[in-house]
């Protein structure tokens, strides 16, 4: 067996040595490199992450902001929706004594309706007589005092003419237009020349004597042309 001399000995473990530790060295470099990218690695998604985490966290601030306008909206729309609702119910109870009250108005505006037919029909009837006794008046008074009659029946008036009244002109018209109210009494809408008739007018709407209505307008249209003193009979 031969022996190694000490120097070399001591030599081949210095190399060795040194080559563990260049070797140790190189690996903690490396293991120093790699720590490095894992940090980075780590400190990138530590960032991506916190980032995420704050976008959330915006994103659930802003959603509670709209949500909490939301339903301040939607609170205030509830009161209003039960306002409504208050106002309808209390419109609901008040429906049965309006129905009522709507019904006995009805019933009563049901019988002046009746009422005002019955008068219709009365006064029609009324009328019709009074017509038949104020045209043999007329026919009377147009055969023996120059009067003449023009009827408007849609106007419920008639227009009458007289002549041969004035001395000095016997041609020359006098006229009044007589027209019947709804309640069955007289108005004169015209007269030509105009005379004070309203007395003679007042009589005849309680009287109702055509004849002597007819008369009496005769007379005053011959004292306003000063022939009071003409004889004048009927």
Aim: charged share 35%; proline share 3%.
């Amino acid at each position: 067996m031969q022996h190694q001399h000490p120097h070399a000995r001591t030599h081949e473990m210095v190399r060795e040595m040194r080559t563990s530790v260049e070797r140790f060295v190189s690996d903690g470099k490396e293991n120093v490199s790699l720590a490095r990218r894992e940090h980075a690695e780590a400190q990138a998604d530590f960032e991506k992450k916190l980032s995420t985490v704050k976008h959330q966290k915006k994103k659930l601030i802003a959603t509670s902001d709209m949500s909490a306008r939301e339903q301040d909206r939607e609170q205030r729309q509830l009161k209003v929706l039960e306002k409504e609702l208050q106002v309808l119910k209390k419109q609901q109870e008040s429906l049965p004594k309006d129905l009522e009250k709507l019904k006995r108005e009805a019933k009563n505006h049901e019988r002046t309706l009746q009422k005002l037919r019955s008068l219709v029909s009365t006064k029609k009837t009324m009328s019709n007589i009074r017509t038949t006794e104020l045209r043999k008046a007329i026919k009377m008074y147009e055969e023996n005092l120059s009067l003449t009659i023009e009827e408007e029946e849609e106007k419920d008036e008639a227009r009458f003419v007289f002549t041969m009244i004035d001395p000095k002109a016997r041609g020359n018209e006098f006229y009044f237009v007589l027209r019947e109210n709804l309640d069955a009494d007289h108005q004169i809408r015209e007269c030509e020349p105009m005379v004070a008739y309203q007395p003679l007018l007042e009589v005849f709407n309680q009287d109702k004597n055509y004849t002597k209505f007819m008369a009496g307008m005769r007379k005053l249209f011959q004292k306003s042309c000063q022939t009071s003193d003409i004889p004048f009979k009927l």
